[in-house]
Structures are given as structure tokens and as C-alpha cells.
């Protein structure tokens, strides 16, 4: 079953004091309280959610209903990491591999993700010689890099983007300001 979410990641390797983090997420009602989701702690929608979170459709499919009641697509924000090493985070959804050197675009590029999450194995672009680390790209927020994200299940692919409160509340969390993108793929 695929799962739609959306990832919130500080832009630096910096770290948020999760702790304070999750108060102040709470405090300006993003999350409410937290429960268990595949044992694991998730945290209920809070009721300004739908504020903090900008729908560029006209009609959003996100559900914010009670678990089980809804089926699974419901919404529901959960806190993963930190972890000491970079993690690369991709899904069905990731966009085809482009050189910033030369434009060359890999048409199969998940062996490439493969290998470089299993030993970070540099992409070498047939066509300009280069090697490439897959930091260098730009992923056109379907896939990215970081030690701690927050996901909020139940969004799909440019459906939402989260406002600037949201932003700037994330931002005040560390030194840098916070990236988004989209995940389209089984749980992680
Ligand atoms: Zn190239």
C-alpha cells in the first residue's frame, strides 16, 4: 500500500531539541495528543492544522477523522530521528536523476539510489565523466537529505505546502531554516 506524507527537515545538519520542539508544535495547535500507530508514537492532528498546512487544491483528500474509522489514509504527524548519519529519504515518487554539470538525465536511476544509500556510491554521469554526489542534486522535493524529520502522513504529492507560521515556528526550533518534500511508498 502506498503511503503519502509529507517530510519537514531542517536544511543544516543542525538538530532541534525534540522535546522543546514537539511543546512548541503543540503550542500553536499542529499536533494534539500523541498515540500508538504500528507501535510506534504518533501524534493526532492538532486543530490548527489545516491552518498550518497551505492546500493548493480546492477540495483536499486529507482526512483528519480517527484512526480505523477512516481507513488508513487518515493524517497524523510523527517525529523520526535524529540520527548521526544523513539519511537519504526517497519513494515511487522520487524524479528521475539530472547532471548539474551537464543536463544528462538517468532514466534508471534506482540502482543509483540503492547504491549510494547501501555505501554511498558516487553516481558517475556517462555523459560529462563526473562523479556525482547525490547531495549535489536537486530532488524538486521528491526525495532529501537529513538527520531529522517530521512526517505528516496523509499528504499527498504538492497537495499542501506548509505555511510560513509553520516555518518560521520550525525555523526558530534550530539556526537554519526547514525543506520540505513529498514521499509516495510503503512505511518506513
Ligand atoms: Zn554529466
Not at 520542539?21 to 492538532?46: C, R, T, V, Y
Not at 562523479?131 to 538527520?147: H, M, P, V, Y
Request: charged share 25%; hydrophobic share 35%.
Amino acid at each position: 500500500m502506498n503511503n503519502n506524507i509529507l517530510l519537514l527537515t531542517p536544511s543544516s545538519n543542525e538538530l532541534p531539541d525534540v522535546n522543546n520542539l514537539k511543546a512548541q508544535l503543540k503550542e500553536i495547535d499542529f499536533i494534539a495528543e500523541p498515540f500508538q500507530f504500528d507501535s510506534k508514537e504518533h501524534f493526532k492532528p492538532g486543530e490548527e492544522l489545516m491552518f498550518h498546512l497551505t492546500f493548493l487544491g480546492c477540495s483536499p483528500v486529507v482526512s483528519l477523522g480517527e484512526p480505523g474509522k477512516t481507513g488508513k489514509e487518515f493524517c497524523h504527524i510523527e517525529f523520526y530521528g535524529p540520527f548521526d548519519e544523513k539519511q537519504f529519504i526517497s519513494g515511487k515518487n522520487v524524479k528521475p536523476l539530472r547532471c548539474p554539470v551537464c543536463g544528462h538525465r538517468e532514466t534508471n536511476w534506482q540502482p543509483i539510489i540503492e547504491a549510494w544509500k547501501r555505501d554511498r556510491t558516487l553516481w558517475h554521469c556517462p555523459s560529462c565523466e563526473n562523479d556525482i554526489s547525490l547531495e549535489q542534486l536537486r530532488w524538486n522535493k521528491s526525495a532529501g537529505f537529513g538527520r531529522f524529520f517530521i512526517k505528516v502522513w496523509g499528504i499527498f504529492e504538492n497537495e499542501a505546502v506548509p505555511s510560513d507560521k509553520l516555518l518560521a515556528t520550525l525555523k526558530a526550533s534550530t539556526e537554519s531554516k526547514w525543506d520540505y518534500f513529498y514521499y509516495r511508498g510503503d512505511a518506513f
